[in-house]
């Protein structure tokens, strides 16, 4: 009996550590993250003090994270009520963008690759979008064609907003941050 006792107890420990260890991983890691409104970031993650999750995250993908000296990625998976961006809404990006060389906006699945959306056009630069009279950002997000500056959406289902902001101070204090110094996000009807 006490070898089938031993087996379980073994066989129970690497289940139990093969299984915390993907959920350790398989996701960006809770460690690091920095949340501004409805943006997260991983002001470390590009740099050479980054944490051994954050490490065996982007060793499992392809996804490369801007260098310390580079910018900052900010992504949004809620809007600014925290409910989840769903592609049968509609939202508003709009509001200031902090200090930068240069940005880009776009949407992404929830791993993070890019849809194949109308137009080919997954996202927005700054040289690329029309501003208000006052400077400020206003992008409508939705699946169907919007006037003014519109970022289409996947027909339904989950999806991802990727803020790029490039060479840009805020890299080193993204803890720092307060909400309105980055653009919001709306949910104007579904």
């Not at 991983?25 to 460690?31: D, F, H, I, K, T």
């Not at 508003?92 to 992404?108: E, F, K």
């Amino acid at each position: 009996m006490r070898a089938l006792d031993l087996a379980y107890v073994i066989a129970l420990g690497a289940g139990l550590g093969l299984g915390s260890a993907h959920f350790a991983v398989a996701g960006r890691p809770l460690l690091g993250m920095v949340r501004i409104g409805p943006w997260d970031a991983w002001p470390r993650g590009g740099g050479r003090d980054v944490d051994p999750y954050m490490r065996a995250y982007l060793a499992r993908g392809v996804h490369l994270p801007l260098g310390a000296g580079e910018g900052l990625e900010l992504i949004a998976s809620r809007d600014d009520r925290g409910q989840a961006l769903d592609g049968r809404c509609r939202y508003r990006v709009s509001g200031a963008t902090p200090t930068t060389r240069g940005w880009s906006l776009s949407v992404s699945d929830m791993d993070g690759r890019p849809f194949r959306l109308p137009l080919d056009r997954g996202g927005f630069t700054d040289a690329e979008v029309v501003r208000e009279e006052n400077g400020a950002l206003r992008i409508t997000a939705a699946a169907e064609p919007q006037t003014g500056n519109w970022l289409p959406l996947p027909g339904s289902g989950r999806f991802q907003l990727r803020l790029r902001l490039y060479d840009t101070p805020i890299s080193s204090q993204a803890g720092e941050l307060r909400p309105d110094v980055l653009p919001g996000i709306v949910r104007l009807g579904c």
